[in-house]
């Protein structure tokens, strides 16, 4: 299984930008994937979770409102729209994903997380 991010970049404040995440080599109808950021110095961060069983979706407490997670199953895609980017938003973000059925519900830790992509750096300038 092979997780590809992409979409990072540099915005100024109040801006947007959009992550892709695209998942290949693997088989199960169900899915439940998540979005996590680390900026420097920091814990890393649950940002938002999708699941494809009941397109259950839920996110960080510090994101609601403004970004949307959203999932394409014919590209095997899921997406993180960030609107409304604040310079706390600074990250390195990456995506992960576990081949279970069942809601998904936002952790910091990722442990249920089995795949992993690489990060893909967002910064938000001031």
């Known amino acids: 299984v092979q997780l590809q991010a992409s979409g990072g970049g540099l915005v100024q404040t109040g801006g947007s930008l959009s992550l892709s995440c695209a998942a290949s080599g693997f088989t199960s109808d169900y899915y439940r994937m998540a979005w996590f950021r680390q900026a420097p110095g920091k814990e890393r961060e649950g940002v938002s979770c999708?699941?494809?069983?009941?397109?259950?979706?839920d996110y960080a407490e510090s994101v609601k409102g403004r970004f949307t997670i959203s999932r394409d199953s014919a590209k095997n895609t899921v997406y993180l729209q960030m609107n409304s980017l604040k310079p706390e938003d600074t990250a390195v973000y990456y995506c992960a994903a576990d081949f279970v059925r069942g809601p998904c519900y936002r952790s910091d830790h990722g442990y249920e997380y089995i795949y992993w992509g690489q990060g893909t750096l967002v910064t938000v300038s001031s």
């Open positions: 999708i699941s494809s069983s009941d397109d259950s979706t």
